[in-house]
């Protein structure tokens, strides 16, 4: 690394946001002039490749997902067994999903696989099916992008810093297992944690879900809150009783 460190971004009030990393403000003003604008409101590192799923053949949700309008991706971690249903409208369109572990529910990955391509890795509690089939941690290329997620952000950083992640360095770095949604830019790559989409414990902040943008000048996110599960089960019980569902 070279100093650098992450910021936490602690607005998931659904604004585009970017962020700075690195402790001078120099640096940005910089960085302005090369065209990559670490410190404008979208963060941004512009994508070279065309796009490509990292899975080599489509799934059986092909034929079931909306077309997507343009290149989005969305992320999500730490379900923890339960899937707010307001996900798959947040992610309507997308190009792909990153899901970055403790899922604990397999059929949460069949549910977002109708929306669009999913790459997933194993969290530290998920076992049996989920630990046995899903790595720790997964590269490719989405909608352009070069990605590296795992469940661990603490993991990430220490692999990529000792050069023990082979290949090309990634656009996109995302993580999970903290509960707390951040973005930061780390020697040219968007560290990305999207929070929890399901705040299970008490002291958690109120579950967030991203979605990152890709456009021809780079990358931008936008944290997108969701109701905690008791005001969510809440909402549902009103509306059944008012005939709504």
């Known amino acids: 690394m070279t100093g650098e460190h992450l910021l936490p971004v602690?607005?998931?009030h659904g604004d585009w946001v970017g962020?700075?990393?690195g402790p001078q403000a120099t640096a940005g003003r910089?960085?302005?002039?090369?065209g990559?604008?670490?410190?404008?409101?979208?963060?941004?590192?512009?994508?070279?490749?065309?796009a490509r799923s990292p899975r080599p053949t489509p799934s059986a949700g092909d034929?079931?997902?909306?077309?997507?309008?343009?290149?989005?991706?969305g992320v999500i971690s730490d379900?923890?067994?339960y899937l707010d249903p307001a996900v798959l409208d947040h992610f309507a369109g997308v190009t792909?999903?990153?899901?970055?572990?403790?899922?604990?529910?397999?059929?949460?990955?069949?549910?977002l696989d109708t929306v669009a391509p999913v790459t997933a890795v194993a969290g530290n509690l998920d076992t049996g099916d989920l630990a046995e089939r899903l790595p720790r941690e997964a590269s490719g290329e989405v909608a352009g992008v070069r990605i590296l997620v795992g469940h661990k952000p603490k993991r990430l950083l220490n692999r990529l810093s000792t050069g023990g992640v082979a290949g090309e360095r990634p656009d996109l770095v995302v993580g999970g297992h903290t509960h707390v949604p951040s973005a930061a830019w780390v020697d040219g790559a968007l560290y990305l944690n999207p929070g929890t989409a399901s705040s299970p414990d008490e002291e958690d902040d109120g579950p967030t879900v991203a979605v990152v943008e890709v456009e021809s000048a780079g990358l931008s996110v936008k944290f997108i809150?969701?109701?905690?599960?008791a005001e969510a089960a809440e909402i549902g019980r009103v509306a059944t009783a008012a005939g709504l569902s």
């Open 79 to 81: 379900n923890h067994g």
């Open 225 to 229: 809150p969701l109701p905690r599960r």
């Open 63 to 73: 034929a079931q997902r909306p077309k997507a309008t343009k290149r989005r991706i």
């Open 36 to 50: 990559d604008d670490k410190g404008g409101r979208q963060a941004r590192r512009p994508p070279t490749r065309q």
């Open 19 to 21: 962020v700075r990393s």
């Open 96 to 111: 792909h999903i990153i899901h970055a572990g403790d899922i604990t529910d397999p059929g949460i990955l069949a549910t």
């Open 30 to 34: 910089e960085s302005a002039r090369r």
């Open 10 to 12: 602690r607005a998931p």
